[in-house]
Protein backbone atom coordinates (compact mmCIF):
# COMPACT_ATOMS: atom_id res chain seq x y z
CA UNK A 1 0.00 0.00 0.00
CA UNK A 2 1.00 3.59 -0.57
CA UNK A 3 2.12 5.65 2.06
CA UNK A 4 2.73 9.40 2.40
CA UNK A 5 5.06 10.90 5.14
CA UNK A 6 4.69 14.72 6.01
CA UNK A 7 7.54 15.13 8.84
CA UNK A 8 6.61 18.60 10.01
CA UNK A 9 3.81 18.35 11.85
CA UNK A 10 3.64 22.29 12.56
CA UNK A 11 5.44 25.47 10.46
CA UNK A 12 5.18 29.18 10.89
CA UNK A 13 6.20 31.90 8.15
CA UNK A 14 6.24 35.74 8.13
CA UNK A 15 3.59 37.24 6.07
CA UNK A 16 4.79 38.10 2.47
CA UNK A 17 8.13 35.56 2.88
CA UNK A 18 8.58 32.35 1.36
CA UNK A 19 7.71 28.82 2.55
CA UNK A 20 8.00 24.70 1.91
CA UNK A 21 6.31 21.99 3.12
CA UNK A 22 7.75 18.51 3.21
CA UNK A 23 6.18 14.96 1.36
CA UNK A 24 8.00 12.20 1.04
CA UNK A 25 5.83 8.75 -0.35
CA UNK A 26 6.77 5.57 -0.81
CA UNK A 27 4.50 3.31 -4.28
CA UNK A 28 6.15 1.00 -6.86
CA UNK A 29 3.46 2.81 -9.19
CA UNK A 30 4.61 4.51 -11.98
CA UNK A 31 1.89 6.66 -13.38
CA UNK A 32 0.20 7.95 -10.35
CA UNK A 33 -1.44 11.95 -9.21
CA UNK A 34 0.01 13.89 -6.07
CA UNK A 35 -1.99 16.55 -4.74
CA UNK A 36 -1.64 19.15 -1.82
CA UNK A 37 -4.99 20.05 -0.45
CA UNK A 38 -5.25 22.55 1.88
CA UNK A 39 -8.16 22.72 5.00
CA UNK A 40 -8.83 26.11 6.61
CA UNK A 41 -10.74 26.42 10.04
CA UNK A 42 -13.93 25.76 8.43
CA UNK A 43 -12.88 22.29 7.87
CA UNK A 44 -13.52 22.21 3.92
CA UNK A 45 -10.65 20.57 1.63
CA UNK A 46 -9.34 22.75 -0.62
CA UNK A 47 -7.07 21.59 -3.89
CA UNK A 48 -4.30 23.69 -4.01
CA UNK A 49 -2.47 22.40 -6.81
CA UNK A 50 -1.87 18.42 -8.56
CA UNK A 51 1.18 17.09 -10.33
CA UNK A 52 0.86 14.16 -12.63
CA UNK A 53 3.87 11.49 -12.40
CA UNK A 54 4.30 11.12 -15.81
CA UNK A 55 4.93 14.97 -16.46
CA UNK A 56 8.69 16.15 -15.34
CA UNK A 57 7.54 19.85 -15.36
CA UNK A 58 6.49 20.53 -11.46
CA UNK A 59 3.32 22.41 -11.15
CA UNK A 60 2.48 25.77 -10.88
CA UNK A 61 -0.64 27.88 -9.76
CA UNK A 62 0.21 31.27 -8.94
CA UNK A 63 1.97 31.98 -5.67
CA UNK A 64 2.02 27.83 -5.04
CA UNK A 65 4.40 25.60 -6.61
CA UNK A 66 5.80 22.01 -6.55
CA UNK A 67 9.13 20.25 -6.58
CA UNK A 68 8.66 17.00 -7.67
CA UNK A 69 11.39 14.30 -7.53
CA UNK A 70 9.81 11.43 -8.77
CA UNK A 71 12.88 9.15 -8.24
CA UNK A 72 13.65 10.68 -4.47
CA UNK A 73 9.51 10.07 -4.22
CA UNK A 74 9.37 13.74 -2.92
CA UNK A 75 6.83 16.21 -3.18
CA UNK A 76 7.37 19.59 -1.86
CA UNK A 77 5.69 22.80 -1.69
CA UNK A 78 6.32 26.24 -2.26
CA UNK A 79 4.34 28.91 -1.16
CA UNK A 80 5.60 32.37 -2.22
CA UNK A 81 4.34 35.99 -0.85
CA UNK A 82 2.76 34.12 2.42
CA UNK A 83 -0.99 35.56 3.18
CA UNK A 84 -2.78 35.50 6.39
CA UNK A 85 -5.59 33.62 4.56
CA UNK A 86 -3.15 30.80 3.77
CA UNK A 87 -2.69 29.61 7.79
CA UNK A 88 -4.62 25.93 7.17
CA UNK A 89 -3.54 22.41 7.55
CA UNK A 90 -2.13 21.21 4.24
CA UNK A 91 -2.44 17.61 3.37
CA UNK A 92 -0.17 15.78 0.75
CA UNK A 93 -2.15 13.27 -1.16
CA UNK A 94 -1.08 10.03 -3.50
CA UNK A 95 -3.74 8.60 -5.73
CA UNK A 96 -4.12 5.66 -8.50
CA UNK A 97 -6.72 4.64 -9.44
CA UNK A 98 -9.38 5.64 -6.99
CA UNK A 99 -7.12 4.81 -4.14
CA UNK A 100 -6.29 8.43 -2.43
CA UNK A 101 -3.89 8.42 0.38
CA UNK A 102 -3.34 11.42 2.87
CA UNK A 103 -0.41 12.34 4.67
CA UNK A 104 -1.01 13.15 8.58
CA UNK A 105 -0.72 17.01 7.62
CA UNK A 106 1.27 20.13 8.40
CA UNK A 107 -0.28 23.08 10.45
CA UNK A 108 0.54 25.90 8.51
CA UNK A 109 0.41 29.64 10.30
CA UNK A 110 1.20 33.05 8.36
CA UNK A 111 2.31 36.05 10.82
CA UNK A 112 1.76 39.30 10.76
CA UNK B 1 -23.34 24.36 -7.94
CA UNK B 2 -23.90 21.66 -5.23
CA UNK B 3 -21.13 19.57 -5.73
CA UNK B 4 -20.62 17.74 -3.06
CA UNK B 5 -23.32 17.80 0.00
CA UNK B 6 -22.95 15.81 3.58
CA UNK B 7 -25.49 15.71 5.92
CA UNK B 8 -25.67 16.12 9.26
CA UNK B 9 -22.81 18.28 9.27
CA UNK B 10 -23.27 17.88 13.29
CA UNK B 11 -23.77 14.50 15.25
CA UNK B 12 -23.98 12.84 19.02
CA UNK B 13 -24.98 9.49 18.93
CA UNK B 14 -25.25 7.04 21.96
CA UNK B 15 -22.87 3.81 21.97
CA UNK B 16 -24.57 1.36 20.51
CA UNK B 17 -26.56 3.65 18.19
CA UNK B 18 -27.06 3.10 14.36
CA UNK B 19 -27.15 6.09 11.99
CA UNK B 20 -26.37 7.03 8.53
CA UNK B 21 -24.48 9.82 7.30
CA UNK B 22 -25.71 11.32 3.65
CA UNK B 23 -23.40 12.24 0.57
CA UNK B 24 -24.66 13.10 -2.26
CA UNK B 25 -23.17 14.65 -5.64
CA UNK B 26 -24.62 16.25 -8.82
CA UNK B 27 -21.25 16.31 -11.15
CA UNK B 28 -22.19 12.98 -12.34
CA UNK B 29 -18.71 11.68 -10.74
CA UNK B 30 -18.56 8.00 -11.16
CA UNK B 31 -16.11 7.46 -8.54
CA UNK B 32 -16.91 8.21 -4.49
CA UNK B 33 -15.77 7.52 -1.42
CA UNK B 34 -16.01 8.28 2.00
CA UNK B 35 -13.20 9.43 4.59
CA UNK B 36 -12.22 9.88 8.32
CA UNK B 37 -10.06 12.46 9.59
CA UNK B 38 -8.30 11.86 13.11
CA UNK B 39 -6.29 14.31 14.87
CA UNK B 40 -2.63 13.29 13.40
CA UNK B 41 -3.67 10.90 11.02
CA UNK B 42 -4.59 12.99 7.97
CA UNK B 43 -7.58 11.48 6.05
CA UNK B 44 -7.89 7.14 6.08
CA UNK B 45 -10.28 5.52 3.15
CA UNK B 46 -13.04 3.63 4.42
CA UNK B 47 -14.95 2.68 1.44
CA UNK B 48 -15.62 3.46 -2.09
CA UNK B 49 -17.48 3.04 -5.11
CA UNK B 50 -16.10 3.09 -8.93
CA UNK B 51 -20.26 3.69 -9.96
CA UNK B 52 -23.71 2.30 -9.20
CA UNK B 53 -23.81 -0.92 -7.81
CA UNK B 54 -19.86 -1.59 -7.35
CA UNK B 55 -18.06 -1.05 -3.50
CA UNK B 56 -15.07 -1.72 -2.13
CA UNK B 57 -13.13 -1.09 1.14
CA UNK B 58 -10.79 1.13 2.18
CA UNK B 59 -8.16 0.86 4.77
CA UNK B 60 -10.57 1.82 7.69
CA UNK B 61 -13.82 -0.59 6.80
CA UNK B 62 -14.69 -1.73 10.02
CA UNK B 63 -17.69 -0.70 11.40
CA UNK B 64 -19.15 0.79 8.57
CA UNK B 65 -21.25 -0.30 5.81
CA UNK B 66 -21.73 1.26 2.28
CA UNK B 67 -24.12 1.07 -1.08
CA UNK B 68 -24.49 2.88 -4.37
CA UNK B 69 -28.21 2.44 -5.67
CA UNK B 70 -27.59 5.44 -7.56
CA UNK B 71 -24.41 8.04 -9.38
CA UNK B 72 -25.62 10.62 -6.89
CA UNK B 73 -25.78 9.21 -3.98
CA UNK B 74 -23.21 7.14 -1.61
CA UNK B 75 -24.50 7.05 2.05
CA UNK B 76 -22.35 5.65 5.22
CA UNK B 77 -23.97 3.22 7.64
CA UNK B 78 -23.01 2.88 11.23
CA UNK B 79 -24.30 -0.35 12.69
CA UNK B 80 -23.67 0.39 16.03
CA UNK B 81 -21.39 3.22 16.56
CA UNK B 82 -18.65 3.28 19.28
CA UNK B 83 -16.16 5.97 20.85
CA UNK B 84 -13.51 5.06 18.43
CA UNK B 85 -15.86 6.35 15.48
CA UNK B 86 -15.58 9.62 16.77
CA UNK B 87 -14.24 11.46 14.32
CA UNK B 88 -14.94 13.90 10.94
CA UNK B 89 -16.06 12.33 7.99
CA UNK B 90 -15.41 13.80 4.92
CA UNK B 91 -17.12 12.36 1.29
CA UNK B 92 -15.68 12.92 -2.06
CA UNK B 93 -16.33 12.46 -5.68
CA UNK B 94 -14.32 12.41 -8.82
CA UNK B 95 -14.02 11.21 -12.49
CA UNK B 96 -16.51 12.42 -14.87
CA UNK B 97 -15.26 8.90 -16.58
CA UNK B 98 -12.00 9.41 -16.31
CA UNK B 99 -9.91 8.28 -13.70
CA UNK B 100 -7.02 9.90 -11.23
CA UNK B 101 -8.71 13.01 -11.33
CA UNK B 102 -9.21 16.14 -8.33
CA UNK B 103 -11.27 14.86 -5.47
CA UNK B 104 -14.04 17.05 -4.72
CA UNK B 105 -15.03 16.61 -0.85
CA UNK B 106 -18.31 17.40 1.49
CA UNK B 107 -17.81 20.03 4.08
CA UNK B 108 -17.32 17.03 6.39
CA UNK B 109 -19.58 15.73 9.35
CA UNK B 110 -18.43 16.03 12.63
CA UNK B 111 -19.75 12.69 15.28
CA UNK B 112 -19.18 11.95 18.43
CA UNK B 113 -19.71 9.03 19.97
CA UNK B 114 -20.39 8.85 24.22
Known amino acids: AQTVTQSQPEMSVQEAETVTLSCTYD???????LFWYKQPPSRQMILVIRQEAYKQQNATENRFSVNFQKAAKSFSLKISDSQLGDTAMYFCAFMKSVDMRFGAGTRLTVKP | NAGVTQTPKFQVLKTGQSMTLQCAQDMNHEYMSWYRQDPGMGLRLIHYSVGAGITDQGEVPNGYNVSRSTTEDFPLRLLSAAPSQTSVYFC?????????????FGQGTRLTVV
Open chain 2, 92 to 104: ASSGEGRMNTEAF
Open chain 1, 27 to 33: TSESNYY
